[in-house]
């Protein structure tokens, strides 16, 4: 699987710290410190995690060089779709991809990486040969918006990425680890609210909706600190891969101190960790692809450059990936 192009899609509207502020018991030194966030983007009215993905399959599809029509697979990694039956068949329609098929796919801020390591083994295969992975959240409809403890996290946004099968010694690929702990899934939730409503006689119905998000911050961001390197430290293990020959870490924005703390264990410099948690906060599914299409952008991430890659969040869910970006082809 080659990746070959990258794009994002962000709401207009940028909410500081300071902003935030003014509604709850909050301050940008506190955020900052704590967190590395500056600022999220929440979507407006026009916006919807449908047209956020849309722009971020846009600007894949171009930077490939392809036409809507090409697509054989379109994966949505999201929690937060417009539509629970599914919103990827609404970005392939939009987008005008008539002959993929798509379907949304979930596992929380792991989603991205989830779904791209899906992507690769139907295209290693021989199954599809053009696929564009997304991922995308609008967690600010999710967020309780009083609870300082996580309003101040999360923002919205949107990545993609368009990978093509090809041959095994060009593969993009170059290894992987996926991880599950639902015993552990109370520590991060958006579980459904079990409000009920009376039928006939002494039947009732459950009334369909979602609770805030809920998390213990402490546990996840242990969970984080010692299942992440321990991941990346396998997955190097098993490439042959040494951490001096990584030319970026590109992990899930959550908390640069987790982003920090991974690169120290891995004596990686700053300067080739890859983090924009100062502009968006924690998009969930998006950060991993908004992020490197940023690094694409603005010429960091070159082609042939070799990225160790991870995800983490609720279910638990993780996972790692070692990766080297292509770029369109000359
Ligand atoms: O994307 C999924 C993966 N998610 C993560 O990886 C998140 C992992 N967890 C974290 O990043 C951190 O645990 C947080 C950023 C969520 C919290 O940081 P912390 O250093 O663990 O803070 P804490 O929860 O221990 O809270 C410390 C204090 C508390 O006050 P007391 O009880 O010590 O008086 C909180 O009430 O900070 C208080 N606090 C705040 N103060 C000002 C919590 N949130 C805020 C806030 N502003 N927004």
């Avoid at 710290?17 to 506190?30: E, F, K, M, Q």
Wanted: a negative charge; charged letters at 20%; proline letters at 4%.
């Amino acid at each position: 699987m080659a990746l070959v192009g990258c794009g994002s899609g962000l709401p207009l509207h940028s909410l500081s710290n300071d902003d935030l502020s003014a509604r709850v018991d909050t301050n940008d030194d506190w955020i900052r410190s704590r967190t590395g966030i500056g600022a999220r983007r929440v979507a407006g009215p026009g916006e919807s995690l449908t047209t956020l993905a849309l722009a971020a399959s846009r600007g894949a599809l171009e930077q490939a060089g392809w036409a809507a029509e090409e697509l054989d697979l379109i994966l949505l990694a999201t929690s937060s779709p417009d539509d629970l039956f599914g919103s990827a068949p609404r970005i392939q329609g939009l987008l005008g991809a008539h002959r993929a098929v798509a379907f949304d796919l979930t596992a929380a801020c792991s989603g991205f990486l989830f779904a791209l390591v899906t992507a690769s083994q139907y295209l290693r295969a021989g199954t599809f040969k053009k696929a564009l992975v997304i991922g995308a959240d609008q967690l600010s409809r999710w967020v309780d918006w009083n609870d300082r403890r996580t309003c101040v996290l999360f923002g919205d946004g949107a990545g993609a990425v368009a990978v093509e099968a090809c041959a095994p010694d060009a593969d993009g690929l170059l290894g992987f680890r996926l991880r599950s702990d639902g015993r552990r899934a109370d520590c991060l939730t958006l579980a459904q609210s079990r409000e009920r409503q009376p039928l006939v006689g002494e039947f009732s119905a459950q009334v369909g909706g979602f609770a805030p998000i809920a998390m213990n911050g402490q546990e996840v961001y242990k969970f984080a600190v010692r299942e992440v390197p321990a991941v990346l430290q396998e997955l190097l293990a098993e490439t042959g891969t040494e951490a001096d020959q990584l030319d970026w870490l590109l992990l899930h924005q959550a908390n640069q101190r987790i982003l920090d703390a991974v690169a120290e264990r891995f004596a990686i410099p700053n300067e080739r960790v890859l983090s924009n948690l100062a502009a968006y906060g924690n998009t969930s599914a998006a950060t991993i692809p908004l992020m490197l299409q940023e690094a694409v952008a603005d010429g960091r991430v070159q082609p042939g450059h070799l990225l160790a890659s991870s995800g983490f969040g609720a279910g638990l869910s993780w996972g790692a990936a070692l990766l080297r970006w292509q770029g369109p082809k000359g």
